[in-house]
């Protein structure tokens, strides 16, 4: 019976898990009123199970070439479309959260922020990012980027006392919206030149009309859905907001979106570039130039803003620009080893850039302001060795030393590059990797070797939370560098499937 | 004399355009909230008039462009709720004025 199978919730499980419990919880959070430790467990345990509901199901599938559809065998009609990559995205999603949660209440209590309604804002954008990246239908790309990205603008000004977060919230705001503008539009035009929304039927229609650079409507949309997602990854030349909502937002919020919007982005990047407007044969060619100029770009570009940054949020706001520069010089490599190094790289960013926003989130002045100076974490090994070793190993993981993850991740897709013949490519994330580390060491030499300086803060709290959050991304990064094969079997036909 | 979808999506084009244009060079938060409006508007109008064309009326164009009027109204509602803490907090909704994050 067809009709059944339109709505298959086991399909739809990781993207309706979180909807749902962010609706309860929007329910349930003003009888909990008084009691902030049941609002928080509630949060923390729910986003658990999020994180739970993807990983069982991977669990689940062995050859990794399964996929789940409503609507199945009508074609493009299928809203959602479940395979392993969104199920491995939507694991990251969940540890993103997880991690961001378990920090938030005690940073925006000092802050003088506390609002219980950040809690279903998490879930609700766990759950649009979800819903974005499990589909081939552009209406749902559209619908889950709109989820996620309207529940960000609101944490991000959560701190709405605070002109720094209003500020960032609107900056986010505006350029978010006009970014869906180009999306909307964008799509319009692909749909006006192939007659289709779903990603199968835009590659068989492009298929079937010949060369792609003959088609200025098509090519012009894509070009504006490209723009949009670049957008949403913060790539030279489209990263202004990034620096800027990075320090405004409140910090667990910042660790969230930047590992969240991320991973969300580039999974969806692999679909649309492969499986909506590439083709069989020549996987990435047709994008190639325009990938390889916005990597180069961001590549350097983010590594040397970076340099001359004084405040931690905004070093780390640069770097997240630069990793976003590595990870569009993987989607580069032929489909196979590209998602793999994609995802891989994803799993290890988000531990250790969530991890250095956690340890930044701890620093707060007698106001709740930041103290994200870098003068104001000197010295820090001769107060509290054990958050600076975290610091340290975060740091490390970032520049790309054995034997944290981030080593495992810039080498794979170093390597992929020069395999498909991209060694220019791969001497300018060299070269950029060089210069990022001049950065990480300042944060590192502030850390261990300088001796604590005037502007301090007095008191550094460290709730029991944050060591469970610090522990569980130190943990991550160091296993997926000692023993990457741990996710890198699994992963192995993640590729394969995304082929049209 | 162009046939009716190529007019309307000449139309949108140059509506799109007229909000771009107003979100790059306006200073007013209002003003550039109805610029991203007129674009949004602009790829829905689009997205109908491609639809109409295609044969047998292409339903999927049109379902689009209905999540995309509800999502703008969402978009507004957070955008303006947004340009209140601004003029709470500053007294104005110049963006100009929102300069605090810069390096």
């Known amino acids: 019976m067809p009709g059944l199978e339109l709505i298959n919730l086991r399909a739809m499980m990781p993207t309706l898990f979180p909807a749902v419990y962010g609706l309860l919880l929007l329910v349930f959070i003003p009888l909990l009123k008084h009691d902030r430790r049941w609002q928080w467990s509630c949060a923390v345990g729910g986003m658990f199970v999020s994180v739970l509901v993807p990983a069982t199901m991977l669990t689940q599938w062995t050859f990794g070439l399964e996929f789940i559809e409503t609507a199945a065998g009508v074609p493009g009609m299928a809203m959602v479309h479940l395979d392993q990559l969104a199920l491995w995205l939507d694991v990251i999603f969940g540890i993103a959260g997880l991690l961001a949660v378990l920090v938030m209440p005690a940073y925006l209590r000092r802050a003088g922020a506390y609002r219980p309604e950040i809690f279903p804002l998490l879930f609700f954008s766990v759950a649009g990012m979800s819903m974005m990246v499990s589909t081939e239908n552009l209406v749902m790309i559209f619908v889950g980027l709109e989820v996620f990205s309207i529940s960000l603008y609101v944490m991000c000004g959560l701190a709405r006392e605070r002109i720094v977060s209003v500020e960032a919230a609107l900056k986010y705001f505006l350029l978010g919206a006009f970014s869906a503008g180009f999306l909307v539009y964008g799509m319009a035009l692909v749909y006006g030149a192939t007659g289709h929304l779903d990603l199968p039927g835009i590659s068989a229609a492009i298929s079937g009309m010949g060369e792609i650079y003959s088609m200025p409507m098509l090519l012009t949309g894509a070009a504006m859905i490209l723009v949009t997602f670049a957008f949403k990854i913060g790539a030279v030349p489209f990263h202004f907001w990034v620096p800027d909502v990075y320090q405004g937002a409140p910090t667990p919020v910042t660790a969230f979106m930047a590992a969240g919007t991320k991973a969300a982005a580039f999974g969806i990047l692999l679909r649309i570039l492969h499986s909506g407007f590439g083709s069989s044969e020549d996987v990435s060619g047709r994008w190639l130039i325009a990938l390889s100029v916005l990597a180069v770009l961001t590549m350097l570009i983010g590594n040397l803003l970076a340099l001359v940054q004084d405040r931690l949020k905004r070093l780390l706001a640069f770097s997240s620009i630069a990793h976003a520069g590595y990870l569009l010089l993987a989607l580069i490599a032929p489909l196979e080893i590209g998602a793999k190094n994609v995802l891989f790289y994803l799993l290890a960013y988000t531990f250790m850039t969530v991890g250095a926003f956690i340890v930044l989130s701890l620093f707060q002045g007698e106001e709740g302001e930041d103290a994200d100076h870098i003068s104001q974490i000197a010295g820090l090994w001769k107060r509290r060795p054990i958050l600076s070793l975290a610091m340290g190993v975060f740091m490390f993981s970032l520049i790309g030393i054995p034997p944290m993850g981030g080593f495992t991740g810039k080498y794979m897709i170093f390597i992929a590059a020069i395999k498909s013949g991209h060694v220019l490519l791969a001497a300018v994330m060299g070269l950029a990797a060089v210069i990022g580390a001049a950065y990480y060491l300042r944060v590192i030499v502030a850390v261990f070797f300088k001796a604590p300086e005037a502007d301090l803060i007095e008191r550094i709290e460290v709730p029991g939370a944050a060591v469970i959050a610090l522990l569980i991304a130190v943990i991550g990064t160091f296993l997926l560098g000692i023993m990457p094969s741990l996710v890198l079997e699994p992963l192995a036909h993640v590729g394969t499937a995304l082929l049209p | ?103």
């Open chain 2, 1 to 103: 004399m162009p046939d009716a979808p190529s007019a309307a999506l000449l139309l949108s084009a140059v509506l799109f355009s007229i909000g771009t244009f107003g979100v790059l060079t306006r200073r007013g938060a209002i003003t550039i909230l109805m610029s991203i409006e007129l674009m949004l508007n602009a790829g829905n109008l689009a997205l109908i008039s491609v639809s109409r064309s295609l044969p047998g009326g292409g339903a999927d164009g049109q379902v689009l462009a209905l999540f995309v009027l509800a999502i703008a109204a969402a978009e507004a509602a957070v955008g303006l709720g947004l340009v209140i803490a601004l003029f709470r907090l500053k007294g104005s909704i110049d963006i100009d004025l929102a300069r605090l994050l810069r390096w």
